[in-house]
């Protein structure tokens, strides 16, 4: 089972936006299709249909805000395709395509800090927290690049 991240494209937005999560997880994702459209009419938003194999199984969005920081905004795997290390190995994809403008000092990423996976999910990638965001709903997690 081969992993990648791959550009989102007229062939294959249906099927992303049809990814789902469960229903535990609802109130943590956003939606894709409304992440698609909004990356559509921002700049600096990039968007990644994560593949396993030949078939999408998930979705990655991320903003570059200045020229030196990344936000992880949207990250989600389809409810049937979790628990299989295809999250894992999507968000090492993520973070070295991201690493290769070497503009990039920050990436960051908010999480709901009830979310019972994150933290210890996203801390082994060396995210680390650094306290609520601005609107003081998610917690704030950052890599430091130098």
């Known amino acids: 089972m081969k992993t990648s991240l791959q550009p989102i494209t007229k062939q294959n937005y249906e099927a992303v936006c049809e990814l789902d999560v469960t229903d535990e997880q609802e109130e ?16 600096g938003y990039e968007t990644r249909a994560i593949y396993s194999d030949s078939e999408p199984v998930g979705f990655f969005m991320w903003v570059k ?3 030196h920081k990344v936000s992880i905004w949207r990250f989600m795997i389809d409810k049937n395709h979790q628990a299989k290390g ?26 709901n800090p009830s979310n019972p996976v994150a933290k210890n999910f996203y801390s082994t990638f060396g995210f680390n927290e ?9 917690m704030l997690a950052v890599i430091e690049l130098g």
């Open 28 to 43: 943590y994702v956003a939606c894709n299709m409304w992440s698609i459209v909004e990356s559509q009419f921002n700049e």
């Open 65 to 67: 805000k200045p020229s």
């Open 86 to 111: 295809i999250g894992r190995k999507a968000l090492e994809l993520a973070l070295c395509e991201i690493k290769q403008d070497s503009n990039i000092r920050v990436i960051e990423i908010c999480y």
């Open 130 to 138: 650094i306290g609520m965001d601005d609107d003081n709903e998610d």
